[in-house]
Nanobody
Framework: QVQLVESGGGLVQAGGSLRLSCAAS????????MGWYRQAPGKQRELVAIITRSFSTNYADSVKGRFTISRINAKNTVYLQMNSLKPEDTAVYYC?????????WGQGTQVTVSS
């Protein structure tokens, strides 16, 4: 099986920055796309950003120009650099990895942005 471990969440003031990291480990897998999702209390989980093995990216409209997703294939790691953070970015952020036809999820890391 695949295990995903996230790190980098925390409390930051509006306008600040955080960098999230996620590393995949295990055996017998070949990950294609990796991404970040987030879920705020009372809201649906939403895609934040995704990156393929060939480094094609997609971003939610709400984070374009502020967040950057990156990846190191040889390390099975994905990062999310979050700049100009806003209170509405407050959520639990989840790492996702796809090994077709399966999706794997991390436990989540809390990001709180104060005003």
């Amino acid at each position: 099986q695949v295990q995903l471990v996230e790190s980098g969440g925390g409390l930051v003031q509006a306008g600040g920055s955080l960098r999230l990291s996620c590393a995949a480990s295990g055996s017998g897998f070949s990950i294609s796309a990796m991404g970040w999702y987030r879920q705020a209390p009372g809201k649906q989980r939403e895609l934040v950003a995704i990156i393929t093995r060939s480094f094609s990216t997609n971003y939610a409209d709400s984070v374009k120009g502020r967040f950057t997703i990156s990846r190191i294939n040889a390390k099975n790691t994905v990062y999310l650099q979050m700049n100009s953070l806003k209170p509405e970015d407050t959520a639990v952020y989840y790492c996702n990895a796809r090994d077709s036809p399966y999706d794997y999820w991390g436990q989540g890391t809390q990001v709180t942005v104060s005003s």
